[in-house]
């Protein structure tokens, strides 16, 4: 299909180790989006990708959070020595173009488990 | 501190009944998009509403942007099991590009 994809579905690591998750975006789009989304709670904004642009990085929850995009498109959100609460599912989204208007299609997400 | 507060968190009624579920913050917003995420998959977008007071329909979906845009409601008449799944409220502040989501409600509808 057409749509964000992203890999791994599932990844069950251990405490301390890095891991790194990978999102192909809708082809054309020049917006991406990584979330985080906990049990019970609602999203929360990671970091974006606009074309060539610096990412806005506010988001990630600290310095063990990083994530690159390669040519405009795939991109890979790392998280080294992983905690806990680093436990999640991490959505990735793409958009035709930044802003809050715009729709962003969402992919089905990456469920981390750190054990 | 949520940005964005849903409520109820949790909402199981029977086929057939009517719904509406809230949105609320104490700030404003230049938009506000509603999405539905269903288990092992993504949200998505139902619809964005940009104007205060602005009411959209989708079939049997009414949203409600408030009109100091500040809260929306959503309001679902004659529930179908289809309609099961996670809401979400997202919303964007005037000059950001990254959305805020809601805390979500969780809605069950029974056969």
């Known amino acids: 299909g057409a749509g964000v994809s992203q890999s791994p579905s599932n990844k069950v690591t251990e405490k301390g180790k890095d891991v790194e998750l990978r999102c192909d975006p809708i082809?054309?789009?020049?917006?991406l989006y990584w979330y985080r989304q906990s049990l019970g709670q609602g999203l929360e904004f990671l970091i974006y990708?606009?074309?060539?642009?610096?990412?806005?990085k506010s988001g990630l929850p600290s310095d063990r959070f990083s994530a690159e995009r390669t040519g405009g498109s795939v991109s890979t959100l790392t998280i080294q020595r992983t905690q806990q609460e680093d436990s999640a599912v991490y959505l990735c989204?793409?958009?035709?173009?930044?802003?809050?208007?715009?729709?962003?299609?969402f992919g089905p997400g990456t469920r981390l488990t750190v054990l | 501190t949520q940005l964005l507060e849903q409520s109820p968190q949790f909402l199981s009624i029977q086929e057939g009944e009517n719904l509406t579920v809230y949105c609320n913050s104490s700030?404003?917003?230049?938009?506000l998009q509603w999405y539905r995420q269903e288990p092992g998959e993504g949200p998505v977008l139902l619809v964005t509403?940009?104007?205060?007071?602005e009411v959209k329909k989708l079939k049997r979906l009414t949203f409600q942007f408030g009109d100091a845009r500040k809260d929306s409601s959503l309001h679902i008449t004659a529930a179908q099991p289809g309609d099961t799944g996670l809401y979400l409220c997202?919303?964007?502040?005037?000059?950001?590009?990254?959305?805020?989501f809601g805390t979500g409600t969780r809605l069950t509808v029974i056969p």
């Open positions: 989204a793409s958009s035709l173009s930044l802003g809050g208007q715009v729709t962003q299609y």
């Open positions: 082809s054309g789009h020049t917006a």
């Open positions: 700030s404003v917003f230049s938009s």
């Open positions: 509403v940009v104007t205060g007071g």
């Open positions: 990708f606009q074309g060539n642009s610096a990412p806005d």
């Open positions: 997202a919303a964007n502040q005037t000059g950001a590009n990254n959305l805020f």
